[in-house]
């Protein structure tokens, strides 16, 4: 078993098993005019983390191993967005009306590409999902077991929706999950503060948590 050094303790995994997990950097969250900036937040803190997303990532293809990214989005018909999700924010703009990057969170819009510096590389998968969870009506789960994975990192935005669902979803599935502290973000810093704390509460009941340079090193 290779080793990380985490919290609440160290981290161990079986060398070759490990996977990668971006979650939905993509411009919907991290660009002005996205879904994230119409729902009135300001994306700064979350365009800040794209060079620590990019350190983790390089790292994961240096050693060979493979990374999934996600995407937030829907249908062009939204026939897979529940009325109750759409109805949600109270913004101008909701999911499926136009705004500056094309459509709010459907697949194939300009807003709903992943940040170019984070663009998957060919043969990378890119998993689109309906939900905040990426387990969630998405092959996910499938691709997993057929590549033997049992150990996950995560990284990506925001840190207490979609990163902390998908975690959930995966501790769930048994999976054990690390996430890289400084590779994710929320709009609402004392969000992400306690969504670390309880992931690696109770001797890690979610998971647990780690800086993104132990990470890389524990990869080598
Ligand atoms: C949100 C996400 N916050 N990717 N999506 O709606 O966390």
Not at 30 to 59: H, K, M, Q, Y
Not at 95 to 100: A, L
Not at 109 to 116: A, C, K, T
Request: hydrophobic letters at 40%; aromatic letters at 6%.
């Amino acid at each position: 078993m290779s080793m990380i050094a985490a919290q609440p303790y160290d981290y161990s995994f079986p060398a070759g098993r490990l996977a990668l997990i971006v979650i939905d950097m993509q411009r919907d969250f991290i660009e002005e005019g996205g879904f994230g900036s119409v729902l009135g937040n300001d994306v700064r803190p979350l365009a800040a983390i794209v060079p620590t997303v990019r350190r983790l990532i390089d790292g994961f293809r240096a050693a060979g191993l493979p990374v999934i990214h996600t995407r937030e989005g829907h249908r062009s018909d939204l026939s897979d967005c529940p009325p109750a999700k759409r109805a949600r924010g109270g913004g101008a703009l909701t999911i499926g009306d136009s705004g500056p990057m094309g459509r709010i969170l459907v697949d194939g819009e300009p807003g709903n590409d992943l940040v170019p510096e984070l663009a998957a590389l060919p043969g990378e998968t890119v998993i689109v999902k309906p939900g905040k969870g990426a387990f969630y009506a998405t092959p996910l789960g499938d691709l997993l077991k057929a590549q033997g994975i049992g150990h996950l990192v995560f990284a990506g935005v925001t840190t207490e929706v979609c990163v902390q669902t998908t975690m959930r979803e995966a501790n769930d599935r048994g999976y054990e999950c690390l996430l890289a502290e400084d590779a994710t973000e929320s709009y609402f810093p004392e969000f992400k503060a306690a969504t670390l704390a309880m992931i690696r509460a109770q001797g890690g009941i979610v998971g647990w948590t780690a800086p993104t340079d132990i990470i890389v090193a524990g990869l080598r």
